[in-house]
Every structure is written in structure tokens, then in C-alpha cells.
């Protein structure tokens, strides 16, 4: 009993700790997800920073630059800001000027439409640049949420397989209980119905003895009752002649002596055998009672047990609805992705009838270098994963 108190415990133990081990992964996975969101907002967010660059490129060709006026671009914002300020006054003038320049100088005019052909050819070349590094962003994206799709399918495979491998255990487990249980009922049964018609055997057997015990007492009582009334006449008869009688008058006596001695001896074994008989009859009630609890015992555990598996295919009913309906939502999301992928696509190819792509090096690196970092991160994620899976597989073997 103390082992198989033992063996539940430490059964729960290891449900507990599978518990854990699927919780972590959950929590890995949604840790994933989390990173795979920052990646695609430090995109989104690269993307955005490109086309204000663009704009403020456009706005400034558009504008013109003074002799005086020079743009840096920081990386970081300074610790201290300082904004020059012109007057509503100065502004004016420089309209009123360049405004009198271009009456003046009739090229400048003449060359104004060509510029504005130029800044427009460069706008639709920056915004073809965005479109591509839109669709590699979303590619990327597309890609880490596929294979991050798949291994929390194969996660979730996984621990189907482990739960149905622990219910053929459980299952096999009980089954071999319940015919360890069957065989020990019948053995019991068998020895019940053994020492039944032993103690029937017996019990006939003692009531046939003491019934010729019983008749050959009232016969050896009929003959004393006879001796004693054939000594009376006797003694009647020969009251006179008692020292010629006296020899066999003594014979008499130790004849009856010796039959009150056998009848004696006869009570003492009638009396052994009634106390047999009462004992064995305490046995088999002692046996018919452990063969009750016995069977209460057993219809106990049998219960038990129909319960147990009743839960267990409830608990495995409800994870395979769950399982059933994240790889549906999986599948959903892919699609809805994919559909984006084609728009992003067709909008890039109308956008590349006219204007040729003009890459950015740098906003490259930067998508190759995070892509770069989200593959580390990934197989990072995938070393964890392949430990959580050897300490599961080291805790089933316990």
C-alpha cells in the first residue's frame, strides 16, 4: 500500500511538472510572438523614417537651400535644442526677391519644369523604395510568423503524443490492475468454496458421530440399567452367599468402572469436536467477511478508475477542440498575410511600370542585419525548446 501511495505521487508529480513544461512553452512562444511584433514595429518605424526623410528631400528641393542653411540628421536628439527664428518680415523679402529673380532671369523659368520633372521621378523612385522595403518587411514578418506557426503546431503535436502515450499507459495500467483484481476475486472465490465444503464434510461427518456416539451411550446406559437391576435380584436372591459372591460381584464392578471411564472419554472427544466445529465455523465467517470488503474494495477502485478515464478523455476531448481551433487560427492569419503579400505585390509591380527601383544600401543592411538578428533569436528559441523537450523526455523516463 505504502508503494502505491509512493507511485501516485510521484505520478502527480510528473503531471505537475508536464504542466509546467507546456506552460514555459506557451510562454516561450508568446515571448516569440512579442519579438517578432518589436521586429516589425522597428520596421514599420525604419520604413517611416525613410519617407520622412523622402519628404523632407522633397520639401527641400522643392524650397531650395540658402548659402547659410545646413540639415543635419541625428541619430539621437541632442540634449539641448536650440530654433532660430525668423521674423514675418525677413520671409517676406525673400518672396518679394525670388520672385523679382524669376522675372528677371527668364532660364531660371525656363528650367524650373525640368527640376520639378527630376523631383517628381525621385519621389516616385523613393516611393517605390518604401513599397520594396515594405513587401521584404512583410516577407520577413511573413516567414518568422510561418515557422513560428509550425513549431507551436509541432509543439502541440508533440504534446498530443505525450498524452496519448500517457493514457495507453494509464490505460494499460488499469487494465492490468483490473485482471490482477479479477484473478485474486476468483482465487479468493475458489478457497471460499473449498473450505465451505470442507466445513460442510466436516459438520456431516461430526453429526453422524455424535449420532452413534449418542446410540451406543443410551445402549452401554441400557445395559448398566440392566447390570444393576440383575445385581439387585442377585443380591436379593443371594444375600446369604455374599462371600462366595463377593469375586464376581468385584468383576461386575470394575467391568462398570470401565465402561463409565469409556463414556467419559466419549463426552471428552463429543466435546473436542463441537469446539472444532464452532471454530471452523468462526472461520468461515471471518472469510466471508474479508470476501465482502474484498468486493467493496474492488468495486471501489473499479469506479475509481471508470471516473479517472472519464476524465481523462474529457481533458483529451478539450485539448483536441483547442489544438483544432489554434491551427484554424493559424491557418487564417497565414492567409490574411499572404493576401497582403499579393496587394503589397501588385502595387509594387504597378508602381515599377514607369520608374526603375532605386534601393537604399543602408535601410537594406539595417532590414538584413534585423533579419539577421530574428534568425539568431530564432535559433536561440529553437536550443531552449530542444531542452525542454530533453527534460521532458528525462522526466517520463523517471
Known amino acids: 500500500h505504502k508503494l502505491e501511495c509512493d507511485l501516485q505521487q510521484r505520478e502527480e508529480e510528473i503531471a505537475e511538472l508536464q504542466k509546467a513544461l507546456s506552460d514555459m512553452q506557451v510562454c516561450l512562444f508568446q515571448e516569440r510572438e512579442h519579438v ?3 521586429y ?3 520596421d514599420r518605424l525604419r ?3 525613410l519617407e520622412d526623410k523622402n519628404k523632407i528631400q522633397n520639401l527641400l528641393a522643392l524650397v531650395g537651400t540658402d548659402a547659410g542653411e545646413v540639415t543635419y540628421f541625428c541619430k539621437e536628439p541632442p540634449h539641448k535644442v536650440t530654433i532660430l527664428q525668423r521674423t514675418i518680415q525677413a520671409v517676406g523679402e525673400r518672396e518679394q526677391n525670388e520672385s523679382s529673380a524669376f522675372k528677371a532671369d527668364p532660364k531660371i523659368s525656363k528650367r524650373r519644369p525640368s527640376r520639378e520633372r527630376r523631383g517628381s521621378s525621385e519621389h516616385y523612385q523613393r516611393d517605390v523604395q518604401t513599397l520594396i522595403l515594405q513587401v521584404e518587411a512583410l516577407q520577413a514578418q511573413l516567414g518568422e510568423q510561418t515557422k513560428l506557426a509550425r513549431e507551436q503546431i509541432e509543439g502541440l503535436m508533440e504534446d498530443r503524443r505525450i498524452h496519448l502515450e500517457e493514457i495507453q499507459v494509464q490505460h494499460q495500467r488499469n487494465q492490468n490492475k483490473i485482471k490482477e483484481l479479477t484473478k485474486n476475486l476468483h482465487h479468493t472465490q475458489e478457497l471460499l468454496y473449498e473450505s465451505t465444503k ?3 464434510q466436516l459438520r456431516s461427518e461430526n453429526q453422524s458421530k455424535e449420532k452413534s456416539w449418542m446410540l451406543e451411550k443410551d445402549n452401554l446406559m441400557s445395559k448398566i440399567k440392566q447390570y ?3 445385581c ?3 443380591e436379593d436372591k443371594i444375600g446369604k452367599v455374599l462371600p462366595v459372591m463377593h469375586d464376581s460381584h468385584h468383576a461386575q464392578s470394575e467391568y462398570i468402572k470401565s465402561l463409565k471411564d469409556k463414556l467419559v472419554q466419549e463426552k471428552k472427544l463429543s466435546g473436542m469436536y463441537q469446539e472444532q466445529c464452532i471454530s471452523l465455523e468462526e472461520e468461515l465467517a471471518r472469510i466471508r467477511e474479508e470476501e465482502g470488503m474484498r468486493r467493496e474494495i474492488f468495486k471501489d477502485r473499479t ?3 471508470g471516473k479517472r478515464l472519464q476524465v481523462m478523455t474529457r481533458r483529451y476531448e478539450a485539448l483536441e477542440r483547442r489544438r483544432i481551433l489554434e491551427v484554424e487560427g493559424f491557418k487564417t492569419d497565414i492567409k490574411v498575410l499572404r493576401q497582403k503579400l499579393k496587394d503589397l505585390e501588385q502595387m509594387l ?6 520608374v526603375r527601383a532605386n534601393q537604399d544600401l543602408a535601410i537594406l543592411c539595417e532590414v538584413r542585419d534585423s533579419n539577421r538578428r530574428a534568425h539568431k533569436i530564432q535559433g536561440e528559441l529553437k536550443n531552449l525548446k530542444s531542452k525542454v523537450f530533453g527534460l521532458e523526455n528525462e522526466l517520463r523516463l523517471c
Open 232 to 234: 439387585k435380584k442377585k
Open 47 to 49: 520604413i517611416r523614417e
Open 40 to 42: 516589425s514595429e522597428n
Open 36 to 38: 517578432l511584433r518589436l
Open 303 to 305: 469506479n475509481k478508475m
Open 228 to 230: 444393576r437391576v440383575q
Open 198 to 200: 470442507d466445513f460442510l
Open 349 to 354: 509591380y504597378k508602381a515599377t511600370i514607369n
